[in-house]
């Protein structure tokens, strides 16, 4: 019964409802409740990774207010109760349960999040431009305007990145179905995995956004690292020869990089070549930049609320260096962690469990894509606390004992 809600709740998390935090606080509490018999005795890379989060959501939350970005009213002390709990609690939660969830019970977790995210993003396209037959074409023509009309929530507007990110959690599970459907493994899933992520591919290029290819891309790496023959490397040689006669053709090569450069790019050389200037970093940090596409100069300024579309970037110009610090010192052990986890989970599956290992690890380089390339405040935060569960379930997980489920 206990799996059951925690589907649910987690479907509900993913489209995004009012409430949705206290929904994220009901599955940690049943996840917890589920994982009650693993016995409280963590390990010292775990307390020391709880330990670094807490000062990390605790500093971010009080520079935060010493710069009035957040007052002790309001949402805004729910936002800074929940930046200082729910990272640290996602971690441990997720770490108590790799030790009793197996990858294939615990696919269907994550699944249910994303699918819930995929149904919101259609919910929103439908309901902000084509909610009858005759305005369905409106969904793409208007795939280049910046906001859209959401049907639940505390703004009636959103920018469309925060919807967009929803649906690139189920395109990065593109490719693993495509494959696991290739090889004849657990055909159920791998039929939700590729109908939904055609829906979510579907979704990205409504929004007119450049992430669901990447994602899609970036969710053929775990099966990269599952096919061990070596000409399952073929495909990355058969892009670098591409983009080699690309080079050798440069009207292609220019046209192909005017799709795919970004105004983000120029915004990161900026910011680093200006940091310097603010050692300290925080709320002050301001400079001009050159945006290649558009030939004008940008200024980015802190101060006036501009993101700078990475998380750990946004971050340091919102509190400066202290909580980058902290945040960086778990995240990479942690990253370290997990890979070498999935890298065992892929390469040698128990049976029954390759589909599994291959949902959480496009997961997770879903979400590394989310953070190098989108703000931490956009939608309402429930991805980036996400992350935590799913970053302690992988960096605890062991390969279970032959036999097991």
Not at 150 to 156: E, K, L, M, Q, T
Not at 205 to 227: C, H, K, T
Not at 315 to 339: E, H, K, S, T
Not at 386 to 394: I, N, P
Request: with cysteine; charged share 10%.
């Amino acid at each position: 019964m206990s799996d059951w809600l925690l589907k649910l709740a987690l479907a509900l998390m993913g489209l995004h409802l009012p409430k949705a935090f206290t929904l994220l606080a009901l599955v940690l509490i049943l996840l917890a409740w589920r994982c009650r018999a693993v016995p409280l005795q963590p390990q010292k890379w775990l307390l020391w990774s709880g330990l670094g989060l807490l000062l990390f959501g605790s500093s971010y939350g009080l520079i935060s207010l010493h710069y009035g970005f957040w007052t002790l009213a309001g949402r805004d002390l729910l936002d800074l109760i929940g930046m200082a709990i729910f990272p640290a609690a996602g971690l441990w939660v997720g770490s108590r349960a790799g030790a009793v969830f197996s990858w294939r019970q615990m696919a269907p977790l994550w699944l249910a999040y994303g699918f819930g995210a995929l149904l919101f993003a259609w919910v929103v396209l439908l309901h902000g431009r084509g909610f009858s037959a005759g305005q369905l074409l409106e969904i793409w023509h208007r795939r280049r305007e910046t906001s859209i009309a959401v049907p639940w929530g505390s703004d009636p507007l959103m920018n469309v990145r925060s919807i967009e990110q929803n649906a690139a959690l189920a395109v990065g599970w593109l490719m693993p179905g495509l494959w696991l459907l290739a090889i004849g493994v657990q055909r159920r899933l791998a039929v939700g995995l590729v109908v939904s992520g055609l829906v979510g591919l579907a979704a990205a290029l409504a929004f007119g956004g450049r992430l669901g290819l990447l994602v899609v891309l970036v969710g053929a790496l775990p099966v990269l690292v599952a096919w061990r023959r070596r000409w399952a490397w073929w495909p990355l040689g058969g892009c670098a020869a591409l983009l080699l006669a690309l080079q050798l053709q440069q009207g292609a090569a220019q046209r192909l990089l005017a799709r795919l450069y970004d105004e983000r790019f120029d915004r990161f050389v900026g910011f680093l070549r200006s940091a310097r200037r603010f050692p300290g970093g925080g709320h002050q940090i301001h400079f001009g930049y050159l945006d290649h596409q558009r030939q004008v100069v940008v200024a980015f300024d802190a101060r006036t609320g501009d993101l700078l579309h990475n998380v750990v970037f946004d971050i340091y110009a919102r509190v400066g260096w202290w909580p980058v610090l902290l945040l960086l010192l778990v995240l990479i052990p942690l990253l370290f962690r997990a890979c070498v986890h999935l890298r065992v989970a892929l390469r040698a599956p128990e049976p029954g469990q390759l589909g599994g290992a291959l949902v959480a690890a496009a997961l997770l380089l879903c979400l590394l894509v989310q953070w190098l390339f989108q703000p931490l405040i956009y939608g309402d935060g429930l991805l980036f606390y996400l992350g935590f569960l799913l970053l302690g379930y992988l960096a605890a997980k062991q390969p279970s004992p032959a036999g097991s489920p």
